[in-house]
């Protein structure tokens, strides 16, 4: 038992004497929508899209030379503004409305970087794949916080989980400085409102995050 645990050690060891971790800042302006998934009767759509920033701390810990696990913490802001029509055919009156959609996100990316090898002196492409787990922390509907007495963001989920694949690129300023310089596409994976599926009184309808941003950052 004890070489063996003697072993792990040793392995444990070496693999984090193998790795490296490079830390940075990154900004992310982010354009916003979202997607639907509903019958057609509702017209339930996108009326357009919005922008937004986001801004955080990233980390990419190599466990070879080009391969890194990457991670961090971002706020970033999404959604956009949606609009609805419904004819009932119970002869109640129609359902209609517009809603602009602002939703405030702390993200956890969980990721798989790809490097090559120089493209050009100092100059390696990357592309990342993974996905994020967001917690919502501030919300509005048509820039209010509070509608008919209540909190805005009570109708929206806490918790969001999405998709991303992105390809950039990182310049190398010195010893241990880089630039670096991205596109990313987050695909929202569950629902985050549950207020349409009330008003359309239908529980399959979803609405769900989508968005494109650039990334700019340094790493130390």
Do not use: W
């Not at 009326?47 to 990457?70: I, K, P, W």
């Not at 706020?75 to 405030?104: A, T």
């Not at 990182?170 to 670096?180: A, D, H, M, N, R």
Request: net charge neutral.
């Amino acid at each position: 038992m004890k070489k063996l645990t003697l072993l792990l050690l040793f392995l444990c060891a070496g693999f984090t004497a193998m790795a490296q971790i490079e830390i940075g800042l990154q900004v992310s302006p982010t354009i916003a929508g979202n997607r639907f998934v509903a019958e057609d009767k509702y017209n339930l759509q996108k009326e357009s899209s919005s922008l937004h920033l986001g801004v955080g701390v990233v980390a990419d810990y190599f466990f070879a030379q080009n391969y890194a696990f990457s991670t961090g913490l971002m706020y970033r802001g999404k959604g956009s503004e949606i609009k609805y029509s419904y004819n009932r055919q119970d002869g109640n009156p129609p359902v209609s409305g517009k809603d602009d959609i602002s939703l405030q996100y702390i993200e956890i990316p969980v990721s798989l970087k790809l490097f090559t090898n120089e493209v050009a002196p100092g100059t390696v492409a990357y592309i990342q794949v993974g996905g994020s787990l967001n917690t919502k922390v501030a919300a509005t509907v048509n820039d209010k916080k509070v509608i008919d007495g209540q909190k805005v963001g009570k109708r929206f989920n806490v918790f969001e989980a999405d998709a991303l694949l992105g390809a950039g690129a990182e310049f190398q300023l010195g010893e241990s400085t880089k630039l670096f310089a991205g596109l990313t596409y987050h695909r929202g994976l569950n629902n985050i409102d549950d207020y349409y599926r009330k008003v359309l009184d239908d529980k399959n309808v979803s609405v769900k995050n989508n968005s494109v941003s650039l990334d700019f950052g340094v790493k130390f």
